[in-house]
């Protein structure tokens, strides 16, 4: 598995831009890079990751390499719109819920009222991947999108993680309940 070499972060406010490499820097080991603009943050990168809470688009569909990974946090919301309409039609969108897709993202149910692409857009729900029911990526060249709108399940993942490793790295404090 390949190692990331650095991470490359923009925020239109200064101070929470600051914050992020600050914090950053106690906790990872990878250089983590201000961005003067969304442009450099994410031209040239393997991975983006988006966490707005955008109404406009954040990244243009130009800025995106062929073989990229995006992963879509933001837009949750129907009237919400994180990335370039462009880019979401030339991916391979996953997602981890069709229904709340369709009910919710903002990227996804514009997309489809604006008549760019249709339901059949969304090609797979993340455990559909995980288990191999359906392909992630079909070709290196191929952008593929995830599209999270927040699963009580991906929360116990991401805590059940962070669990393992607190313990792995004895920190944090045990507390009864």
């Known amino acids: 598995?390949?190692?990331?070499?650095?991470?490359?972060?923009?925020s239109p406010t200064p101070e929470h831009l600051a914050q992020l490499v600050s914090d950053a820097k106690s906790i990872c080991d990878i250089p983590v890079h201000p961005a003067g603009c969304a442009e450099e943050a994410v031209r040239r990168a393997d991975i983006?990751?988006?966490?707005?809470?955008?109404?406009?688009p954040?990244?243009?569909n130009?800025?995106?390499?062929?073989?990229?990974?995006?992963i879509s946090l933001g837009a949750y919301r129907p009237n919400m719109r994180e990335m370039?309409?462009?880019?979401?039609?030339?991916?391979r969108v996953v997602v981890d819920s069709r229904a709340a897709a369709l009910r919710e993202a903002g990227d996804i149910v514009q997309g489809i009222r604006e008549r760019r692409f249709s339901e059949a857009h969304i090609v797979a729900e993340l455990g559909e991947v995980v288990t191999g029911r359906a392909p992630g990526r079909t070709g290196e060249e191929q952008v593929v999108i995830f599209k999270s709108l927040g699963m009580a399940v991906e929360d116990l993942a991401a805590a059940q993680l962070a669990y393992a490793r607190a313990r792995e790295h004895q920190k944090g404090r045990?507390?009864?309940l």
């Open 84 to 91: 370039d309409p462009a880019l979401v039609a030339r991916a």
């Open 1 to 10: 598995m390949q190692q990331f070499r650095e991470i490359r972060a923009w």
């Open 48 to 56: 983006v990751v988006l966490a707005t809470s955008s109404c406009s």
């Open 58 to 60: 954040t990244i243009d």
């Open 174 to 176: 045990e507390i009864s």
């Open 62 to 70: 130009d800025w995106v390499s062929p073989g990229s990974l995006i």
